[in-house]
């Protein structure tokens, strides 16, 4: 079993920065892809990139450049830092860690709002 917990959410202006967390209750980055996804009002889970074991980062095409995954081996955690952040952007955000084989594991996700 593994535990996420996500933080880092909350309410941030127009072209503002956060930088959410998610942080592992074991060592697992060996042998997980983690990935970032998010979930508008009324709309479907969209995925928004992932770091893979080996530590390459791959992200949806409309985020490049405003979106970066980062990770602390060290400290178990993973982080995604949104830059020039739009009210589109509004979502609860989930980790999620996903192995080669077998079962995956979600967060309890953090709500992130972008408005004035």
């Known amino acids: 079993q593994v535990q996420l917990v996500e933080s880092g959410g909350g309410l941030v202006q127009p072209g503002g920065s956060l930088r959410l967390s998610c942080t592992a209750s074991?060592?697992?980055?060996?042998?997980?892809?983690m990935n970032w996804y998010r979930q508008a009002p009324g709309k479907q889970r969209e995925w928004v990139g992932v770091i893979t074991s080996g530590g390459t980062t791959t992200y949806a095409d409309s985020l490049k450049g405003r979106f970066t995954i980062s990770r602390d081996n060290a400290k178990n955690t993973v982080y995604l830092q949104m830059n020039s952040l739009k009210p589109e952007d509004t979502a609860v955000y989930y980790c999620n860690a996903k192995p080669a084989r077998g079962d995956d594991y979600w967060g309890q996700g953090t709500q992130v709002t972008v408005s004035s």
């Open positions: 074991r060592n697992i980055f060996r042998f997980y892809a």
